[in-house]
């Protein structure tokens, strides 16, 4: 691969997690370089962007071009202080596909980490069911109806600081 990929802090590992598509070469819609890792996730409520290379995420080139922002609302911000925390995660790391509207979530005194998408077999295979955390669900709940890819789709984070995983959720 020829495509520079930086490193996301709230994102660590965008293609194993989906994030970024490779493949094939397109054409960035914001510096109008080819690039063979894009991103299709697109930014709010722009309609024009269709593919985006990595840097111009990760420099704020993109959210600053076409005036948008990349996650569509953030969950707990009250627990983030620091402004800069908050710019990096609207404007300067890559969305994820969802539901209902991609929604950030915070703990500790942070943001955290986009890890993937997930269902109870995903996480049954990583060994982190007893640690996990949701704050709507419960264990049993979750066994039944979480499926990766399925009408009640997980989404795995991972808290930078405490390292706790977090589980968002939401249904089609
Ligand atoms: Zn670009
Ligand atoms: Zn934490």
Redesign the pocket.
């Given at each position: 691969m020829k495509t520079q990929l930086p490193t996301f802090k709230y994102m660590p590992d965008p293609i194993q997690a989906n994030i970024f598509e490779t493949g094939e070469l397109v054409v960035?819609d914001?510096?109008e370089?080819e690039?063979d890792i894009y991103y299709t996730g697109g930014i709010y409520a722009v309609e024009e962007v269709e593919y985006?290379?990595p840097?111009?995420i990760h420099s704020g080139l993109?959210a600053e071009k076409f005036d948008g922002e990349f996650q569509q609302d953030l969950l707990n911000p009250e627990l983030v202080s620091n402004e800069d925390y908050t710019d990096e995660v609207l404007h300067r790391t890559p969305g994820y596909v969802s539901w209902q509207g991609n929604n950030w979530i915070a703990h500790c005194k942070d943001y955290c980490a986009f890890i993937g998408y997930v269902g109870w077999d995903e996480l049954v295979e990583m060994g982190i069911t007893e640690e996990v955390e949701h704050e709507h669900y419960t264990n049993e709940e979750l066994a039944v109806s979480l499926r990766n890819n399925g009408s009640h789709q997980g989404y795995l984070f991972q808290c930078l600081e405490c390292k706790q995983h977090i589980l968002y959720s939401d249904f089609d």
């Open positions: 960035c914001c510096c370089q690039v985006l290379c840097s111009c993109a």
